[in-house]
T-cell receptor, first 115, second 110 residues
Framework: EAEVAQSPRYKITEKSQAVAFWCDPISGHATLYWYRQILGQGPELLVQFQDESVVDDSQLPKDRFSAERLKGVDSTLKIQPAELGDSAMYLC?????????????FGPGTRLTVL | QKEVEQNSGPLSVPEGAIASLNCTYSDRVSQSFFWYRQYSGKSPELIMSIYSNGDKEDGRFTAQLNKASQYVSLLIRDSQPSDSATYLCAVMVAGNQFYFGTGTSLTVIP
C-alpha cells in the first residue's frame, strides 16, 4: 500500500539551530500539505502545495520557516532559527487532486523537540 | 475563520457499547468531511469520509452528516479497547484546505 514517507522521525535540537524535515508524498499525489500539531490540539496547516506551486502559506511563520517542492514531488520544510515554541509534531500529508471528493493521507510525522 | 468544534472529552464507554463523537463546523460552503483516528504519539489515520447528507456506514463505523445544522458525527458500534484513541474531525473548505478540530479522546473500558 502506498504511503507518505517522512524523515527524520524524531529530531532534538537546541534553540537557534536550523532543522529540516523531508516528505515524499504518495506517488501521483499533486497536492502536498505540511501541518504542525501541538500536543492536545488538532493539526494546523502551515503550507499547501499544488505540484511545485505554493497554494496557501498564510499560516507559515515566514521569518523563520520556509518550504519548497522544487520538482513537484518531494518537499522540504525548514526552520531557522528554531525556538522553544516550535516543539511539536510536524506532519506531511498528500492528496490526489481530482476535485472535492478525495481524501488526504498523512505520513508518520517528525517529532521535534527544541531545547 | 474556519472553525471546527469538538468536545475534547475524555469520553469513556464500556467495551461493546456505542461511542458517539460529535463535531460542528462554521463554514457553510464546506463539502467534504472526514474523521481521523490518532493514537498517542502517532499520526492521524483516515477512518471515514462523508460528502452528502445522511449516514455512511463502514464496518463498525457510521458517519452522519447534516449540512443544514453544520453537524457531523461518528458512531462506533461494539467499541473495542483498541478503539481507544483521539478522534479528529476535519473539514475541507474551498481551496482544498483542511481544518481540524482539537479532537475527542475516547477510552473504551474492558
Amino acid at each position: 500500500e502506498a504511503e507518505v514517507a517522512q524523515s527524520p522521525r524524531y529530531k532534538i535540537t537546541e534553540k537557534s539551530q536550523a532543522v529540516a524535515f523531508w516528505c515524499d508524498p504518495i506517488s501521483g499525489h499533486a497536492t502536498l500539505y505540511w501541518y504542525r500539531q501541538i500536543l492536545g490540539q488538532g493539526p494546523e496547516l502551515l503550507v499547501q502545495f499544488q505540484d511545485e506551486s505554493v497554494v496557501d502559506d498564510s499560516q507559515l511563520p515566514k521569518d523563520r520557516f520556509s518550504a519548497e517542492r522544487l520538482k513537484g514531488v518531494d518537499s522540504t520544510l525548514k526552520i531557522q532559527p528554531a525556538e522553544l515554541g516550535d516543539s511539536a509534531m510536524y506532519l506531511c500529508a498528500s492528496r490526489n487532486f481530482l476535485g472535492s471528493y478525495t481524501e488526504q493521507f498523512f505520513g508518520p510525522g517528525t517529532r521535534l523537540t527544541v531545547l | 475563520q474556519k472553525e471546527v468544534e469538538q468536545n475534547s472529552g475524555p469520553l469513556s464507554v464500556p467495551e461493546g457499547a456505542i461511542a458517539s463523537l460529535n463535531c460542528t463546523y462554521s463554514d457553510r460552503v464546506s463539502q467534504s468531511f472526514f474523521w481521523y483516528r490518532q493514537y498517542s504519539g502517532k499520526s492521524p489515520e483516515l477512518i471515514m469520509s462523508i460528502y452528502s447528507n445522511g449516514d455512511k456506514e463502514d464496518g463498525r463505523f457510521t458517519a452522519q452528516l447534516n449540512k443544514a445544522s453544520q453537524y457531523v458525527s461518528l458512531l462506533i458500534r461494539d467499541s473495542q479497547p483498541s478503539d481507544s484513541a483521539t478522534y479528529l474531525c476535519a473539514v475541507m473548505v474551498a481551496g482544498n484546505q483542511f481544518y481540524f478540530g482539537t479532537g475527542t479522546s475516547l477510552t473504551v473500558i474492558p
